[in-house]
């Protein structure tokens, strides 16, 4: 009988499976990309559709097959990337399968059964079911989604009850996590009128809010294609585009996009559309999404809206109003000057603006430019706002260099925030609640042996990485007897990296 491992491997092609995580370019007999694992800007990672493996030539050096990719981006144990690559592959890992059980797997499945309950619900469920339709959603939508509600008695999940629900999926279509919307007060039960607008699954093993963009398992291949993505503020505007056939847009869940999930979109695309509500909120959250994307240099486009949401423009005026309101997007800097403009110089062009606005503006402005990591770029629009304030821009370009630039949004998103536990310290904190029988595991001992495994593998890179700076060094001091002896001892630990991860 075929090894399962071999089996997907034979059934999966690597450009496939990592062409759903990043856009690939063919180059030759290969493919190329921005690696995922560093921060880049040519090209390093390759994918060799002939040997079914990539390698990353850039200062990561990562590489591997399919399975150590997966891995690697998606943050998983070996067992639970086998369990999401078989799926893949259409091929059955059997019950007894020791790798197959792990707490996310029993997550995993848990959300499922939780999904199919609250759809049957829903389908059962009049009021729910017609505020939806009155919302514009039609029933294909609503089953494509896998919208559902939950009732007064539901028993898991209780926070949720009397509340629509809208299940978040992974990269993968897997239910991750849940948001829940409250009803309208005419239809809710008096133990939630009141409450929050919506509830959100709280962070779990396979639920991270900030690491998850609502509708992207669904949208990832249009965002490749059409090289944009656009990004809205809730679910509904989500699925109310994706209903209108343009299928590109991901919500942030009505959360402050953060960092991580602006480098998930750069994975597909480096164009970004921001559709975000036209209320005071929705203004504070597209500047702090357009700071960030500026750090990250995305070119940025703002979608202006006539209506509060595009699920409301959607709805009210129609599909081919809200496709123009998108090729109309005004590019990022257009969208700062005029709203600058706006404020101190209402009357127009033609109108000369007295000293008091033209030092607002350029207050307002000159930390923007600054903050542009381009310095072409950044040139042209200190040029441009010397133009439109009829100001020399030698003037402007020292004012600018004097100016502050704002606190970076990525560093003000979570002022409290820990520092995140390395990898290697995870899997320490694993190894020893599995060796002192905390966790509950089907088959603890194969789970002690894959954690002092990947411990060993993680000891024996940063080796490697100490040796490869003694390599350099002694080909710098053109030390031949040391460049051997690192070499020996590089090749040595090489081998034995190798020993390991193929006994996975």
């Not at 690559?85 to 939780?114: C, I, M």
């Not at 600054?370 to 439109?388: G, T, V």
């Not at 606190?407 to 290697?424: E, H, I, M």
Request: hydrophobic share 40%.
């Amino acid at each position: 009988m075929i090894d399962p491992i071999n089996e997907i491997k034979q059934r999966l092609d690597i450009v496939d499976v990592i062409s759903g995580y990043i856009k690939l370019t063919k180059v030759g007999a290969n493919y190329k990309a921005l690696c995922p694992f560093h921060n880049e800007k040519t090209p390093s990672f390759i994918v060799s559709p002939s040997k079914q493996i990539w390698h990353c030539f850039g200062s990561c050096s990562e590489g591997g097959d399919i399975f150590k990719f997966v891995t690697k981006i998606e943050g998983l144990e070996f067992s639970d990337a086998l369990r999401l690559l078989a799926d893949k592959a259409g091929v059955v890992l059997t019950k007894q399968d020791p790798r197959l059980k792990t707490e996310r797997a029993k997550l995993y499945e848990f959300n499922e059964r939780a999904a199919d309950y609250f759809e049957r619900c829903l389908a059962a469920a009049k009021e729910p079911l017609k505020y939806l339709k009155k919302r514009g959603l039609a029933k294909k939508t609503i089953k494509a989604f896998r919208l559902g509600y939950a009732p007064e008695k539901t028993k898991a999940l209780r926070q949720f009850k009397n509340r629509i629900i809208f299940p978040i999926c992974d990269l993968n279509s897997q239910v991750a996590g849940f948001t829940a919307r409250i009803l309208p007060a005419r239809i809710a039960t008096r133990s939630v009128a009141g409450g929050p607008k919506y509830i959100n699954s709280p962070d779990s093993l396979i639920y991270k809010k900030s690491l998850i963009l609502f509708g992207l398992d669904k949208a990832k291949e249009a965002i490749r294609k059409k090289n944009l993505c656009i990004l809205a503020e809730g679910n509904m505007d989500v699925i109310m585009s994706h209903q209108a056939g343009i299928k590109n847009a991901v919500a942030s869940s009505g959360s402050a996009l953060g960092l991580d999930q602006l480098k998930i979109i750069k994975r597909y695309t480096n164009n970004l559309a921001l559709a975000f509500d036209s209320d005071s909120a929705g203004e504070k959250a597209t500047k702090r999404t357009i700071d960030l994307a500026i750090e990250q240099e995305m070119n940025v486009r703002i979608i202006i809206l006539k209506e509060k949401d595009p699920a409301d423009l959607i709805k009210g005026q129609g599909k081919l109003v809200w496709q123009k309101a998108i090729k109309k997007a005004k590019p990022i800097m257009k969208y700062y000057f005029d709203d600058a403009f706006a404020k101190f110089n209402p009357v127009g062009a033609g109108h000369v603006l007295p000293v008091e606005g033209k030092k607002e503006i350029a207050k307002i402005l000159l930390p923007i430019i600054k903050r542009i990591p381009n310095r072409i770029e950044q040139a042209h629009w200190l040029q441009k706002l010397a133009q439109k304030l009829r100001i020399n821009e030698k003037t402007l370009l020292e004012v600018m260099l004097k100016s502050k630039i704002p606190a970076s949004p990525a560093g003000r998103q979570n002022p409290n925030r820990l520092p995140t536990k390395s990898r290697f310290e995870r899997l320490q904190e694993r190894l020893a609640s599995l060796e002192k029988g905390e966790l509950l595991i089907d088959d603890a001992k194969k789970e002690i042996e894959v954690c002092r495994k990947a411990i060993k593998i993680i000891e024996l890179k940063d080796e490697l990485k100490g040796l490869s700076e003694k390599i350099k060094q002694a080909e710098a001091d053109k030390n031949k007897k040391s460049l051997n002896k690192f070499l020996q001892n590089f090749n040595y630990a090489t081998q034995k990296i190798n020993n390991y991860t193929s006994k996975n």
